[in-house]
């Protein structure tokens, strides 16, 4: 029944590592999201991808690259992580071509960077 | 520019008393408003949708154009209702869906 999966539930990379936070999703959806969830400020936005190969930004890109070279697995890089990307990181995915568009997610990726 | 703003971090109640989660949002045109639900060590998941005008778990939520907001209430409240809850909005061209800072609700016995 799982239907987002990201690669990891829990890593720890230390200071200027790249990492890569990967997600695959099994809905053949077109959107596709990486938030970060933080106490006290919610979920925000990193980055959104509405196609293949196609993506925006969102409110806090800053530190975060994304690569989505196939439709159902949608990448989100740290290029060199830093103590404050600390965070529990969540994917998840919408259709477009749902009136309800509600998004699916994945179970998370809690990330600590030493 | 799209704003959600839940102004409660933490709501206790106890059981069996009503519960009224506040959200109030900021969009020019017409949204769709969600609330989602997060228990504990489990994935966040979609609670109910303002265009399905649904209740779910005893949940409802109606949308107020006029004074934008899209508050949960629950009647009754239940101690497996203890969960953080996220108020979320969908609109325009770009299917991007801005969340709040979230509300942890906490029913007492």
């Known amino acids: 029944d799982v239907k987002v999966t990201q690669s990891s539930r829990y890593l720890v990379k230390r200071t200027g590592e790249k990492v890569f936070l990967e997600c695959v999703q099994d809905?053949?959806?077109?959107?596709m999201f990486w938030y970060r969830q933080d106490p006290g400020l919610g979920l925000r936005l990193i980055y959104f991808s509405y196609d293949v190969k196609m993506k925006e930004k969102g409110d806090i890109p800053e530190g975060y690259s994304v690569s989505r070279e196939k439709k159902e697995r949608f990448s989100l890089i740290l290029e060199s992580a830093s103590t404050n990307q600390t965070s529990m990181y969540l994917c998840?995915?919408?259709?477009?071509?749902?009136?309800?568009?509600?998004?699916?997610f994945g179970q998370g990726t809690r990330l600590t960077v030493v | 520019a799209q704003r959600v703003t839940q102004p409660e971090k933490l709501l206790s109640v106890f059981k069996g008393a009503p519960v009224e989660l506040k959200c109030n949002y900021s969009?020019?045109?017409?949204?769709?408003l969600f609330w989602y639900v997060q228990y504990s060590r489990q994935r966040l998941q979609l609670l109910l949708r303002h265009i399905s005008r649904e209740s779910i778990k005893g949940f409802t939520a109606d949308l107020n154009k006029g004074e934008t907001s899209f508050h949960l209430k629950k009647p009754f409240a239940q101690e497996e209702d203890s969960a953080m809850y996220y108020c979320a909005l969908s609109g325009g061209g770009d299917d991007k869906i801005i969340f709040g800072k979230g509300t942890r609700l906490h029913i007492l016995p």
């Open positions: 809905m053949d959806h077109e959107n």
């Open positions: 969009y020019s045109g017409s949204p769709e």
């Open positions: 998840a995915s919408s259709n477009p071509q749902d009136w309800k568009t509600e998004a699916f």
